[in-house]
């Protein structure tokens, strides 16, 4: 399949505005669940390493070192991508899924559009904006972390940032970066998938994006597994 | 011309098609005619190239399909028309969108040609006043329409459709019946319909192609059906009380 999505291309103005139509469906219409879950997964982290911190001897700046390593190493990239997995992986299964059942796609196939290349590769393209998102969801998990550890009295504005910037090492949000844009394709290529080539009618339709939904899932995490060993073990 | 030779397609254990033959004629309206589960929507989808068939020949004015190379396949499908079942208009675009779509992907016109070709496409099948509409905003029979219009908009040689009139009432399924035979007539091209209706037969069936079980078990024209004595035929043509007057006083008539 993936191969078939990058023959035969759609003409650029088309898939120009086919790729802009995709951005704002993909990327920026999640942004709101994003910054909404991210702000209050940071602020959860926060208020659980907190509450575990009872040996006087650990400083109190290790909330925000903890916070910090959570939210860029797994909490963005790993957590988002779950839930961008359910948000924009059922949209595109469904999406497509119903072109296929109202027979739109054998349309565009008896055209002469290589339907595989307009459907798909839009949408490969548009999710190469995926670390954007994430690098705001890792913003708003540790402005949660701060809001929660400062306003709900767990430490002080001064001890949460000397611990965001305690042994910073810029290679682990590389590391972030490059996770996030192979969840990015595994997105926007499975759903794609069982939505391109499901069968029956309306009811095949959501049953396809469930099952989308959990093979995105099971992949995401297995590639987590596999990226998190290859580029930090 | 179309000449469809020896077809044949299974799909595991079912042998769908057996080795159908047969041939559709430039300017005439050909009817493929049949009860449900008897490979109409196999054969035509093998017409469109949009199944492969495992033995036979497609010859489309001289060019086999299953001879061409994808570039020339792609070539060969910008000249066919297609009006599906249910007219597989695309949701998120207009009627306009959809119609122009064509002329957006394969040619290189200005926006006011294409705006020119679309108004005259559209002002051909009746529909003046829905170019900004949404399908969903559409009925049945004017989603047809756009369907006939997308499909034409090209001038294409050959046109294919997959029960044009199912769902619709029987006076709109007749005006779509009788616009399909005009624009075939009007720009002399290939008309392949795929049927079960038989006001279309009677309406527009210049030819017939029966299939029962995967085979070709009839063919000829409308003026043929009354006087066959194929069982298969006269048993699905005159399985209803009314067509089975018709006939006897047709017969009835000519003695």
Redesign the interface.
């Known amino acids: 399949m993936v191969k078939e999505v990058f023959k035969k291309p759609t003409k650029w103005p088309i898939m120009k505005s086919l790729i802009f139509k995709e951005i704002d469906e993909l990327i920026f219409n999640s942004l709101g669940i994003i910054v909404f879950i991210s702000l209050f997964i940071g602020g959860v982290v926060t208020i659980q390493t907190a509450l575990n911190l009872e040996n006087p001897l650990i400083p109190v700046s290790l909330i925000g070192f903890a916070t910090r390593q959570s939210v860029v190493l797994e909490f963005a990239p790993t957590f988002t991508s779950i839930i961008m997995a359910g948000k924009v992986g059922s949209y595109i299964t469904s999406s497509i899924g119903t072109m296929r059942v109202t027979e739109q796609i054998d349309a565009l196939e008896v055209m002469g559009v290589n339907s595989l290349n307009y459907l798909v590769f839009p949408k490969i393209i548009a999710m190469l904006l995926y670390p954007f998102a994430i690098a705001i969801a890792m913003y708003m998990g540790i402005l949660g972390g701060w809001m929660a550890g400062v306003w709900g009295n767990f430490t002080s504005s001064a001890d949460f940032i000397e611990g965001l910037q305690m042994d910073f090492d810029p290679y682990h949000v590389t590391y972030s970066f490059i996770k996030t844009l192979v969840f990015a394709f595994v997105i926007a290529t499975v759903p794609s998938y069982h939505g391109y080539f499901m069968k029956g009618g309306a009811l095949d339709v959501g049953k396809a994006s469930t099952t989308s939904f959990v093979w995105t899932s099971v992949v995401i995490i297995i590639l987590n597994f596999i990226l998190t060993q290859l580029l930090l073990g | 011309m179309i000449i469809v030779e020896n077809l044949h397609k299974s799909f595991g254990e079912d042998h769908i098609l057996k080795g159908i033959s047969t041939s559709f004629e430039k300017g005439k309206t050909s009817l493929v005619i049949g009860q449900s589960g008897s490979g109409k929507t196999v054969f035509i989808?093998c017409l469109?190239?949009?199944i492969t068939p495992e033995e036979g020949t497609i010859d489309f004015d001289g060019k086999i399909y299953s001879q061409l190379n994808?570039n020339e396949?792609?070539?060969?499908?910008?000249e066919?028309g297609?009006v599906?079942?249910?007219s597989?208009?695309?949701?998120s675009m207009t009627v306009e969108g959809n119609v122009m779509?064509?002329l957006?992907?394969?040619t290189q016109q200005s926006q006011s040609e294409k705006e020119d070709r679309v108004n005259f496409v559209l002002k051909r099948v009746n529909l003046v006043d829905a170019h900004h509409k949404y399908p969903a905003e559409l009925s049945g029979g004017m989603q047809k329409r756009v369907a006939i219009a997308r499909a034409i908009v090209m001038n294409p040689k050959y046109l294919?459709c997959d029960e044009p009139n199912s769902g619709l009432d029987p006076k709109t399924a007749i005006l779509i019946d009788n616009l399909i035979q005009e624009i075939t007539k009007e720009y002399d091209i290939i008309t392949v319909i795929n049927s079960h209706d038989m006001n279309s037969v009677m309406e527009i069936g210049e030819k017939i192609v029966f299939l029962q079980h995967g085979e070709k078990a009839w063919e000829g024209t409308k003026e043929d059906i009354f006087k066959t004595d194929n069982e298969a035929v006269t048993s699905f043509v005159y399985s209803s009380e009314l067509f089975k007057k018709v006939r006897q006083m047709y017969l009835e008539e000519r003695t």
């Open positions: 989808k469109l190239g949009l994808s396949k792609r070539e060969l499908r910008q066919i297609m599906f079942q249910g597989a208009l695309f949701d779509f064509p957006n992907m394969f294919f």
